[in-house]
């Protein structure tokens, strides 16, 4: 059997600085949660098709592995692997939470099959594939601890600085990325200039927070706020945003 911990990730900061068609180019920093994680497991089984176990909200077609699967099916040796084995997913991380559950799996699994069945992919071509699925993948195929991000989130560039423990709350408010980026373009939205985007990525996450309030971290928060205005009661000192929400994070 093979385990892989998929963690989570919070946004330290998110700041949008163009678009691009229907999507929207991203300035953000990704940091991994190290202490929040689900786990990938790959488990001895004779099955007909692909089969994936786990606690999800959604169909198996609708999951991020499957689609992963489903790029991958093409090698022989994936198909041949995956009647001899099954996924299980072991879910700790909240959904709908800006925490990239179902992005870290998928770029999870990615990774677990190019090495078990020594597909020899590079790091850029499985995130090209990730890029496919969601725009949050990409961060995970590299598994940087700290990343600067942007394009609309394909464009990943590690970032060194000392690992921070952070601290998440998840209010039970379903936050929904598409409708949070919708409403961001209609009605609050702005542009970060490249200077200062620049210079964002020059700075370490704990005094990019020193400085910030939890609006001037996160362009999202405030349309997620509109959508969502019970998130206003989570709102406290030196807590910020991560994502489209709805969790909130600490830097301790
Ligand atoms: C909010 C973040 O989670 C920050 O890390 C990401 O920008 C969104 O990543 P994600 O949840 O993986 O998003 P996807 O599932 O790829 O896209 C969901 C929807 O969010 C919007 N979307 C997403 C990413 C982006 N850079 N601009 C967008 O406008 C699009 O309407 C898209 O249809
Ligand atoms: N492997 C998976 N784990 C959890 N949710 C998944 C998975 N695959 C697909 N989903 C679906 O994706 C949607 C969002 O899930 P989740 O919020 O965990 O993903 P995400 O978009 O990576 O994270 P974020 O909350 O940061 O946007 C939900 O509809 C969920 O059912």
Same mark, same amino acid.
């Given at each position: ?65 499957? &689609?992963?699967? &489903? ?122 200039? &490249? ?58």
């Amino acid at each position: 059997m093979m385990v892989k911990k998929s963690f989570a990730k919070v946004n330290i900061f998110l700041k949008i600085v163009g678009v691009r068609d229907n999507y929207h180019l991203l300035a953000s920093r990704f940091v991994l949660v190290k202490d929040l994680y689900d786990e990938v497991s790959f488990i001895e089984k004779s099955v007909d098709s692909f089969t994936l176990i786990g606690d999800f909200s959604c169909s198996l077609e609708k999951n991020t592995v499957y &689609k992963a699967y &489903k790029e991958l099916e093409k090698y022989e040796i994936v198909r041949e692997f995956f009647k001899k084995y099954i996924v299980k997913i072991d879910k700790k991380i909240p959904e709908f939470a800006g925490l990239g559950g179902g992005s870290s799996n998928c770029a999870t699994f990615l990774n677990m099959v190019n090495d078990i069945c020594n597909l020899n992919l590079t790091k850029d071509e499985l995130s090209k594939i990730g890029a496919k699925i969601g725009a949050d993948i990409p961060f995970f195929i590299y598994e940087y601890d700290s990343a600067n991000v942007s394009g609309i989130g394909e464009i990943v560039e590690e970032f060194i600085e000392e690992p921070l423990k952070i601290e998440v709350v998840t209010p039970n408010i379903l936050c929904n990325t598409a409708l949070i980026y919708k409403t961001f373009r209609e009605n609050y939205y702005k542009e970060l200039d &490249k200077e200062k985007a620049k210079e964002l990525f020059a700075t370490n996450s704990k005094d990019i927070l020193k400085s910030f309030s939890i609006k001037e971290a996160n362009d999202l928060y405030e349309s997620a706020l509109s959508l969502n205005p019970d998130l206003k009661e989570f709102e406290k000192e030196k807590w910020f945003f991560s994502g489209s929400g709805s969790s909130f994070f600490k830097v301790l």
